[in-house]
């Protein structure tokens, strides 16, 4: 089983720029495959998709609204996955999540996600 962690959250102004983490333990990402990914939940809205990235990294993928100034990154060797948030709209503000699945390869459905960090709230003051 692997355990999630999310960090970074905060209050930044419209067109800043916020980084988060997540670190994973309980497994390596060097050895053990999983893809990762970012959902985010506002009030009232259901959980959606911001990014994910392949097991070695070598793919990456955005949902419109945050491509261009979101990029997901992650660095195996320490375990963590990150994703730096330029250029913040008062329409970012949620809970960001991390999440993990057991495979090499990218989806952008939370269904198949079975590891997730317990969120870092992101408000973005306009």
């Known amino acids: 089983q692997v355990q999630l962690v999310e960090s970074g959250g905060g209050l930044v102004q419209a067109g800043g720029s916020l980084r988060l983490s997540c670190a994973a333990s309980g497994r390596t990402f060097s050895t053990y495959p999983m893809a990762m990914a970012w959902f985010r939940q506002a009030p009232g809205k259901e959980r959606e998709f911001v990014a994910a990235i392949s097991w070695i990294g070598s793919s990456t993928y955005y949902a419109t609204s945050v491509e261009g100034r979101f990029t997901i990154t992650r660095d195996n060797a320490k375990n963590t996955v990150y994703l730096q948030m330029n250029s913040l709209k008062s329409e970012d503000a949620a809970v960001y999540y991390c999440?993990?699945?057991?495979?090499?390869?990218?989806?952008?459905?939370?269904?198949?996600?079975?590891?997730w960090g317990q969120g870092a709230q992101v408000t973005v003051s306009s």
């Open positions: 999440a993990g699945r057991q495979d090499m390869g990218i989806s952008t459905s939370s269904l198949f996600y079975t590891s």
